[in-house]
C-alpha cells in the first residue's frame, strides 16, 4: 500500500476552490508537506504542518492567505484547502511526509510521496 495517496485534485476556474486531501498508511509522519510541480519545472514547496502539539504550520509566500493546511491525527489525513486560485497555481500536487525532525520547507527532509494529482486552473 502506498504511504500516501492523494484525492480531491481536478478542473476549476479561476478565482475557484479546491481541497486536496491526503491519507497515510502509516503513522506516525512527524510533518506532512505539499508540494507541487508544473510542467517544465522543478518541484516546489507549497505548505507544511508540523505533526506535534503546536502543529506549526509554513507556507510559501505565493499562497499565503490563500491555502490553507489542516491535519487530521484521528483520521491519519492531511488537507490543503485552495482558494483564490490561479492559472499559475496549476500543477501535480504531491503530498509528503517525514519522520525525522527537518525544515518543514526542505523537499530533501521528507521520505514519503504520494503518487501525485494533477490541479487545472482555467484563465
Known amino acids: 500500500q502506498a504511504p500516501l495517496v492523494e484525492s480531491g485534485g481536478g478542473l476549476v476556474q479561476t478565482g475557484g476552490s479546491l481541497r486536496l486531501s491526503c491519507a497515510a498508511s502509516?503513522?506516525?509522519?512527524?510533518?506532512y508537506g505539499w508540494f507541487r510541480q508544473a510542467p517544465g519545472t522543478g518541484r516546489e514547496f507549497v505548505a507544511g504542518?508540523?505533526?506535534?502539539?503546536?502543529?506549526?504550520?509554513n507556507y510559501a509566500d505565493f499562497v499565503k492567505g490563500r491555502f490553507t493546511i489542516t491535519r487530521n491525527n484521528a483520521k491519519n489525513t492531511v488537507s490543503l484547502q485552495m482558494e483564490s486560485l490561479k492559472p499559475k497555481d496549476k500543477a501535480v500536487y504531491y503530498c509528503?511526509?517525514?519522520?525525522?525532525?527537518?525544515?518543514?520547507?526542505?523537499?530533501?527532509?521528507?521520505?514519503?510521496w504520494g503518487q501525485g494529482i494533477q490541479v487545472t486552473v482555467s484563465a
Open positions: 504542518v508540523e505533526n506535534g502539539t503546536d502543529g506549526t504550520t
Open positions: 502509516r503513522r506516525p509522519f512527524s510533518a
Open positions: 509528503a511526509g517525514r519522520t525525522a525532525h527537518g525544515v518543514l520547507s526542505t523537499e530533501s527532509a521528507y521520505v514519503y
